[in-house]
DNA sequence: TCAACATGAGACATAGATGTCTCATTTTTT
DNA sequence: AAAAAATGAGACATCTATGTCTCATGTTGA
């Protein structure tokens, strides 16, 4: 569990990053409200910030696919689900991802673990028929990671609602978007 | 026309921050094999240069699209071709993606124009029966950047060729990974 | 060949972000 | 209330990227 102090300064950096991913640490100080020096008395420097933001990050992914998807009566309705849960939550996400945190050990191991587990959702999903089973698992991966930004896209740029984008992204996956939907 | 030093900068621009978006101006210059100075007679500052990075790629992209397209018998086949001849020069795109470039008003514009004409040629493969009418071209636009970013990861990580990420990303977008290729 | 120009190397100054430390004050816990 | 812990504010040192300038050397073109 995070302190009080702790989680004001984790909130501020998905404020600050979000808005400029240059930003520095004096700026996450002060939308905290915190001393600079505080900041740096839990963590030691931007990178062990921006590693503590991106597992906030994974485990909030994690616990709303959890959530979304534990009735769900198939796989590939599970994914549907996970898709339309994600696209809110991308803004959390997508300033971490031209970060360089290869380098810190804790958090490449839990992101090559949902990678996995979205790999193993998908195998699951085909087999159900849910996708063909000749499209690539890692394509149908990349995929949805980058329909799910290009959803989150148009609803900031006020192009469409969260529902309706996920309705897109969805439809786009699985039967494109020519010949009606399915 | 570019003066060679200047070439060999902007090539080595490429490089050096396709690698590491975060490389420094000493960096590029020793990549160019050209001494810091003349990096800075030929380009006042970092956002100079990543300016003019931009400019070389969406040029780039312009006349690759324009050769691909010139014969292309329909507009949602010049679409294909497109995305095709894109995914190899993502990668001279993609790095640029991140830099807050909107305050030079050339590189803004050049941009904004390059959208308005893919949500163009969007519009006419709608008539065509290319895609539905009732998708928003403002998703089919970010589906089909997205893609092409995808695409593009996937043939980086050794997962496909250009060829075959190519006819996935292209499937997607029209037909999707269910139900077989049409 | 000679003159104009471009370049490389390096010195120099600067600005900004980062990280450390101290000390008085506040907050929390006991 | 007393002790322990956390915090804010600010000073301080440092490091790195950046930008400027100079001068000797090399290159190009007339």
Known sequence: ?????????????F???????????????????VGRATLHRHYAGRE???????????????DAIEAATKDAPSYTEALRLSLEVIIPL?????????????HVPEVLEAY??????????VEAAKEEGGFDADVPTAWI???IETLTYA??????DGDA???EAAVLAWRTLQSGLTGGAK
Chains 1, 2 share one sequence.
């Open 1 to 13: 569990m995070l302190k009080k102090s702790e989680a004001k300064i984790i909130e501020a950096g």
């Open 15 to 33: 404020t600050v990053f979000s808005a400029n991913p240059t930003a520095t640490l004096a700026d996450v100080a002060k939308e905290a409200g």
């Open 48 to 62: 062990d910030l921006m590693a503590a933001l991106a597992m906030v990050a994974m485990q909030e992914l994690d």
């Open 90 to 102: 991308a803004d959390r996400q997508m300033f971490l991802a031209n970060e360089p945190l290869d």
């Open 112 to 121: 090559t673990q949902q990678l996995d587990e979205t790999a193993e959702a």
């Open 141 to 143: 991966v990349q995929a």
């Open 151 to 156: 959803a989150w896209t148009v609803v900031r």
């Open 161 to 163: 609602t969260p529902e």
